[in-house]
């Protein structure tokens, strides 16, 4: 089934879906530029969860050569 698009007046890259009454993007350029922002968001999330990780890592390497210092201090 093809859809039926109204242009909406005075916004030349939206138009309306006539079946659902949703307004649509038709600008490609947009669409494609929103789904590369998009994409580099996602990217930059999982990169960041993953520094997280890597310092909470570091972290952990840390107090255990801090408690092994701590333990041959004692003796």
């Not at 947009?30 to 994409?39: Q, V």
Request: proline content about 1%.
């Amino acid at each position: 089934m093809k859809e039926r698009l109204i242009r909406v007046e005075n916004e030349p890259g939206l138009a309306r879906d006539e079946k659902t009454g949703a307004i649509v993007n038709t600008n490609v350029s947009e669409i494609k530029a929103a789904r590369e922002r998009k994409a580099r968001q996602k990217q930059e999330r999982e990169e960041l969860e993953m520094l997280k990780s890597d310092v909470n890592e570091i972290k952990s390497i840390l107090n255990v050569i801090v408690d092994k210092l701590n333990a041959s201090d004692r003796r």
